[in-house]
């Protein structure tokens, strides 16, 4: 069985570098891909390329909006059961329904809004990282 | 016509210009327009032309003499309205004057004598020449008097309500002096006055002459209007002889169309007025007239040059005030000063401003009551306010006068300007207000004894000048009433640019400044992570403050973005059970409590209200956690409770603690954004900006919140919701 990867939609180098360390925390055996822009995603999503087990998508990207590749993910049969994690900086209420409601499974704020947060984020990151092994073994 | 006619009843209607008789000191023709046809004739034509009003009735001039009717046509045709002339008829010379009536023309014939007194007038325009101001009234009538020979010339100058005044005099022989004195209106009837504006002059030579009568008898129904020779009615007879005067010539001073007054001049025994002098006359009064029309010109333009001054001055004063009423009451002593006024009340927005000498607050709330419910004009002015507003009789003394300005068409607001009560003496020529009516009809007065009155209720007149200038400072208000509105609309449109600029800000913030804080963040783990070997023990420990501030940077961020969406967001009212909510946040604020050892109190239920749920919840959210945070006693407390207001039956909602307490200087301050009293770290941090949140829920409902603290003590908020 193929080691799970991790598509990572996300522009900002130190939150990709802060999600890709505490992914190899976890192991070492997951794969991350790495997109930087709204173009990109649309890009792969077109291509033929290996479909990843886990998505981390990136709201505020420099060329579009991220919601838009949320509903571009969820409405293609090829990535439409892929699971999908929000990670965003927004702080508006109603943007984590909305994503909901698009079909993302999860939703993570991005701020440390004061102690325990991060260590709030790697839970979360080791409750889907689990999942993965289940699911791959 | 006979002495005994019955007069009408009031002097008013008389119908003077069909007196269907002349005076005989002349004689009267009246011929057809193409003057071929004697239609009516004076009884005393006889005298004057030779033969008998039965032998011209009827017949054409012509047939008299042949070139004089062709000299009268020429005439005619000449001068279209009628003209004075030299005239030869039958031999005899006439000074002749023709004036148009109805389809005909009057032709009176009067004697030709006495044409050197012409050679007087260029000397007597002369010495008026240089005449100005007041002088001029008694320069004219020492003129007049001199060109004429009649014994008393004055100078009468009617009034609004057409009372007279003889404003200039001259006086020869034994004749009694009116200068000064008043006559009533009635003594100078309208439709003497409607003559007065028709014919330039009105001669009696002599009171005691029996007027003549015109053949036939329809004669009566001869216009005389324009007649220099008509008969005097009866009852003006009457008053001249109880006047005693013999001979009499008035001269209509006419300006703009209104009659201003009259050159009247009265002799006590018969005085002829040759034809070239009573021209000579006219001509008199022609001058006088254009020298106070021209004089009256020239204070019209300087009051309204005072006006303008008024106006600019007053837009000098707005140009440092914020608020155009504000500056209404500033510039009031100086308005007093141009207005000559006493006293002033400014009533603006349900306030009432008094300057100087006033009726009581009372009072002029009466005054303003009626002034709006009359519905007067946008000026009112009155010398004698008591006549119109009998309760004015109260406050005569320091108000018999006022000027008013209705400031708003709209609002109720009103600039007043008092004038003190003048006590005056009014001498009148008689008693003023006798009037002798018996069986017969009217007479007039038989008195013309001065008559002291004595006037109450009344004030100095208000100037035409002075009104202006209030208009002036009407149109001034309005103008500025009007400019300020389209700035506060311009103002509007800025702010509501800010506020787009402001949410941009906020959402600038709230997103783009986060990225490179939130980095800062995660490079400052990533250091720890991949060199806390490295690093000595102090690197370590900077590294973390670095971290901390991080922190603190990205929640100040935070409750920026927060406070602008509060303010930005639109309050959703709805039933709030109070209590219910103060449980709810008991439950998340329970493990604080225990934490500092915080008693908890609630002596009584709290009230149900209509409020955003969501946003109550944060007000008592920031102020329990204030409360329970700014506390430094071994023994603490938190209360929460509501009162009513006695005023407005609103409940109160206080949050008291038993704290650190509040500075008075401090009790403003607090509520400004990101203003902590205190450092980040002491009282276990905090934004600063709990309270500016606070705040603008309170008063996005409508209501009020504000602080009672002693130092050290403790502080209790106090909030209202509408």
Same mark, same amino acid.
């Given at each position: 069985?193929?080691?799970?990867?991790?598509?990572?939609?996300?522009?900002?180098?130190?939150?990709?570098?802060?999600?890709?360390?505490?992914?190899?925390?976890?192991?070492?055996?997951?794969?991350?891909?790495?997109?930087?822009?709204?173009?990109?995603?649309?890009?792969?999503?077109?291509?033929?390329?290996?479909?990843?087990?886990?998505?981390?998508?990136?709201?505020?990207?420099?060329?579009?909006?991220?919601?838009?590749?949320?509903?571009?993910?969820?409405?293609?049969?090829?990535?439409?059961?892929?699971?999908?994690?929000?990670?965003?900086?927004?702080?508006?209420?109603?943007?984590?329904?909305?994503?909901?409601?698009?079909?993302?499974?999860?939703?993570?704020?991005?701020?440390?809004?004061?102690?325990?947060?991060?260590?709030?984020?790697?839970?979360?990151?080791?409750?889907?990282?689990?999942?993965?092994?289940?699911?791959?073994? | 016509?006979?002495?005994?006619?019955?007069?009408?009843?009031?002097?008013?209607?008389?119908?003077?210009?069909?007196?269907?008789?002349?005076?005989?000191?002349?004689?009267?023709?009246?011929?057809?327009?193409?003057?071929? @046809?004697?239609?009516?004739?004076?009884?005393?034509?006889?005298?004057?032309?030779?033969?008998?009003?039965?032998?011209?009735?009827?017949?054409?001039?012509?047939?008299?003499?042949?070139?004089?009717?062709?000299?009268?046509?020429?005439?005619?045709?000449?001068?279209?309205?009628?003209?004075?002339?030299?005239?030869?008829?039958?031999?005899?010379?006439?000074?002749?004057?023709?004036?148009?009536?109805?389809?005909?023309?009057?032709?009176?014939?009067?004697?030709?004598?006495?044409?050197?007194?012409?050679?007087?007038?260029?000397?007597?325009?002369?010495?008026?020449? *240089?005449?100005?101001?007041?002088?001029?009234?008694?320069?004219?009538?020492?003129?007049?008097?001199?060109?004429?020979?009649?014994?008393?010339?004055?100078?009468?100058?009617?009034?609004?309500?057409?009372?007279?005044?003889?404003?200039?005099? !001259?006086?020869?022989?034994?004749?009694?002096?009116?200068?000064?004195?008043?006559?009533?209106? +009635?003594?100078?009837?309208?439709?003497?006055?409607?003559?007065?504006?028709?014919?330039?002059?009105? $001669?009696?030579?002599?009171?005691?002459?029996?007027?003549?009568?015109?053949?036939?008898?329809?004669?009566?129904?001869?216009?005389? %209007?324009?007649?220099?020779?008509?008969?005097?009615?009866?009852?003006?007879?009457?008053?001249?002889?109880?006047?005693? $005067?013999?001979?009499?010539?008035?001269?209509?001073?006419?300006?703009?169309?209104?009659?201003?007054?009259?050159?009247?001049? !009265?002799?006590?025994?018969?005085?002829?007025?040759?034809?070239?002098?009573?021209?000579?006359?006219?001509?008199? *009064?022609?001058?006088?007239?254009?020298?106070?029309?021209?004089?009256?010109?020239?204070?019209?333009?300087?009051?309204? $040059?005072?006006?303008?001054?008024?106006?600019?001055?007053?837009?000098?004063?707005?140009?440092?005030?914020?608020?155009?009423?504000?500056?209404?009451?500033?510039?009031?002593?100086?308005?007093?000063?141009?207005?000559?006024?006493?006293?002033?009340?400014?009533?603006?927005? +349900?306030?009432?401003?008094?300057?100087?000498?006033?009726?009581?607050?009372?009072?002029?709330?009466?005054?303003?009551?009626?002034?709006?419910?009359?519905?007067?004009?946008?000026?009112?002015?009155?010398?004698?306010?008591?006549?119109?507003?009998?309760?004015?009789?109260?406050?005569?003394?320091?108000?018999?006068?006022?000027?008013?300005?209705?400031?708003?068409?709209?609002?109720?607001?009103?600039?007043?300007?008092?004038?003190?009560? $003048?006590?005056?003496?009014?001498?009148?020529?008689?008693?003023?207000?006798?009037?002798?009516?018996?069986?017969?009809?009217?007479?007039? @007065?038989?008195?013309?004894?001065?008559?002291?009155?004595?006037?109450?209720?009344?004030?100095?007149?208000?100037?035409? %000048?002075?009104?202006? +200038?209030?208009?002036?400072?009407?149109?001034?208000?309005?103008?500025?009433?009007?400019?300020?509105?389209?700035?506060?609309?311009?103002?509007?449109?800025?702010?509501?640019?800010?506020?787009?600029?402001?949410?941009?800000?906020?959402?600038?913030?709230?997103?783009?400044?986060?990225?490179?804080?939130?980095?800062?963040?995660?490079?400052?783990?990533?250091?720890?992570?991949?060199?806390?070997?490295?690093?000595?023990?102090?690197?370590?420990?900077?590294?973390?403050?670095?971290?901390?501030?991080?922190?603190?940077?990205?929640?100040?961020?935070?409750?920026?973005?927060?406070?602008?969406?509060?303010?930005?967001?639109?309050?959703?009212?709805?039933?709030?059970?109070?209590?219910?909510?103060?449980?709810?946040?008991? !439950?998340?604020?329970?493990?604080?409590?225990?934490?500092? +050892?915080?008693?908890?109190?609630?002596?009584?239920?709290?009230?149900?209200?209509?409020?955003?749920?969501?946003?109550?919840?944060?007000?008592?959210?920031?102020?329990?956690?204030?409360?329970?945070?700014?506390?430094?006693?071994?023994?603490?407390?938190?209360?929460?409770?509501?009162?009513?207001?006695?005023?407005?039956?609103?409940?109160?909602?206080?949050?008291?603690?038993?704290?650190?307490?509040?500075?008075?200087?401090?009790?403003?301050?607090?509520?400004?954004?990101?203003?902590?009293?205190?450092?980040?770290?002491?009282?276990? *941090?905090?934004?600063?900006?709990?309270?500016?949140?606070?705040?603008?829920?309170?008063?996005?409902?409508?209501?009020?919140?504000?602080?009672?603290? %002693?130092? *050290?003590?403790?502080?209790?908020?106090?909030?209202?919701?509408?």
């Amino acid at each position: 069985m193929n080691p799970p990867t991790v598509l990572v939609i996300e522009d900002l180098d130190s939150d990709f570098e802060m999600l890709a360390r505490r992914l190899a925390k976890e192991s070492a055996r997951i794969g991350v891909t790495r997109l930087r822009s709204h173009e990109e995603a649309l890009g792969w999503l077109a291509s033929a390329e290996p479909r990843p087990s886990l998505i981390v998508l990136d709201l505020l990207l420099p060329d579009g909006d991220g919601v838009e590749i949320l509903e571009a993910l969820k409405g293609d049969t090829r990535t439409h059961g892929i699971p999908l994690i929000v990670w965003s900086g927004s702080v508006d209420p109603a943007v984590p329904a909305a994503c909901q409601r698009q079909g993302a499974d999860a939703f993570i704020r991005k701020d440390t809004d004061g102690p325990g947060t991060e260590e709030g984020f790697d839970s979360m990151i080791t409750h889907w990282v689990h999942r993965l092994r289940n699911d791959y073994g | 016509m006979s002495e005994n006619l019955r007069v009408p009843r009031t002097c008013d209607t008389e119908a003077v210009h069909r007196s269907g008789a002349i005076q005989p000191h002349g004689t009267l023709l009246v011929v057809e327009d193409s003057l071929t @046809r004697c239609r009516a004739v004076a009884a005393n034509c006889g005298e004057w032309v030779g033969m008998e009003a039965g032998a011209v009735l009827g017949r054409s001039l012509a047939a008299f003499d042949q070139s004089a009717a062709e000299s009268l046509l020429e005439q005619a045709n000449a001068a279209p309205g009628g003209g004075r002339f030299r005239w030869t008829f039958r031999g005899r010379v006439f000074d002749a004057t023709m004036a148009r009536t109805g389809d005909g023309w009057l032709l009176e014939l009067e004697t030709a004598e006495g044409r050197e007194k012409r050679q007087a007038l260029p000397e007597a325009v002369r010495r008026l020449v *240089g005449v100005e101001g007041d002088e001029l009234f008694d320069a004219s009538a020492r003129v007049v008097a001199d060109l004429s020979g009649f014994e008393r010339v004055m100078v009468y100058r009617f009034d609004a309500d057409w009372h007279g005044c003889v404003v200039g005099e !001259h006086l020869s022989g034994e004749m009694a002096s009116y200068r000064g004195h008043h006559f009533p209106a +009635g003594d100078i009837p309208e439709p003497a006055r409607a003559i007065y504006m028709k014919v330039p002059v009105r $001669v009696i030579p002599d009171v005691a002459a029996k007027a003549v009568p015109i053949l036939p008898e329809s004669g009566a129904n001869v216009d005389l %209007t324009r007649s220099l020779l008509r008969s005097v009615a009866p009852v003006h007879l009457e008053y001249l002889r109880n006047m005693g $005067v013999g001979a009499s010539m008035s001269i209509p001073l006419r300006i703009d169309g209104r009659l201003w007054g009259l050159l009247a001049c !009265h002799h006590r025994q018969a005085h002829p007025v040759p034809p070239a002098t009573r021209e000579a006359c006219m001509v008199i *009064g022609d001058i006088v007239a254009m020298k106070i029309g021209a004089l009256r010109e020239l204070r019209e333009l300087s009051g309204h $040059v005072a006006a303008t001054k008024i106006q600019s001055r007053f837009f000098d004063v707005i140009a440092r005030e914020q608020n155009v009423f504000d500056a209404l009451v500033k510039y009031t002593p100086q308005l007093l000063e141009f207005l000559k006024a006493g006293g002033a009340a400014i009533h603006v927005n +349900g306030t009432t401003t008094l300057l100087g000498q006033t009726p009581g607050e009372a009072q002029v709330a009466g005054l303003l009551e009626w002034l709006a419910a009359r519905d007067v004009g946008p000026v009112f002015a009155t010398h004698e306010l008591s006549r119109e507003f009998p309760p004015a009789l109260d406050f005569r003394d320091c108000a018999s006068g006022l000027l008013a300005l209705r400031l708003s068409r709209v609002e109720r607001h009103f600039g007043l300007w008092f004038r003190p009560e $003048v006590v005056a003496t009014v001498t009148w020529a008689g008693p003023p207000y006798e009037k002798a009516v018996d069986e017969d009809g009217m007479h007039p @007065r038989k008195s013309f004894a001065t008559w002291k009155e004595t006037v109450t209720g009344q004030s100095e007149p208000w100037t035409e %000048t002075e009104i202006r +200038g209030a208009q002036e400072l009407l149109n001034a208000v309005n103008a500025l009433v009007l400019r300020r509105t389209e700035r506060l609309v311009s103002l509007n449109a800025e702010l509501e640019r800010k506020n787009t600029d402001l949410n941009s800000f906020a959402y600038i913030a709230a997103h783009d400044l986060k990225e490179p804080l939130r980095s800062i963040g995660n490079y400052c783990t990533f250091l720890r992570e991949d060199h806390a070997g490295e690093l000595s023990v102090e690197a370590l420990r900077k590294l973390d403050t670095i971290r901390v501030l991080q922190r603190q940077a990205t929640e100040l961020i935070h409750a920026l973005n927060h406070f602008s969406s509060i303010g930005r967001v639109e309050i959703q009212r709805q039933p709030v059970r109070t209590d219910g909510l103060i449980d709810d946040l008991l !439950h998340v604020l329970g493990p604080r409590l225990t934490e500092t +050892g915080t008693e908890w109190r609630r002596p009584a239920p709290l009230p149900d209200v209509d409020a955003d749920p969501v946003l109550l919840r944060e007000v008592f959210l920031n102020l329990l956690t204030n409360a329970i945070r700014y506390n430094d006693k071994p023994e603490r407390w938190v209360e929460i409770g509501c009162e009513t207001d006695e005023g407005t039956g609103q409940p109160v909602f206080y949050v008291s603690d038993n704290g650190i307490g509040i500075r008075p200087r401090h009790r403003e301050v607090v509520f400004s954004i990101f203003r902590r009293l205190h450092t980040q770290d002491a009282f276990g *941090g905090g934004t600063g900006a709990g309270l500016a949140i606070t705040k603008t829920i309170v008063e996005k409902h409508g209501g009020r919140i504000w602080i009672e603290s %002693t130092y *050290g003590e403790g502080t209790t908020f106090h909030f209202t919701l509408s």
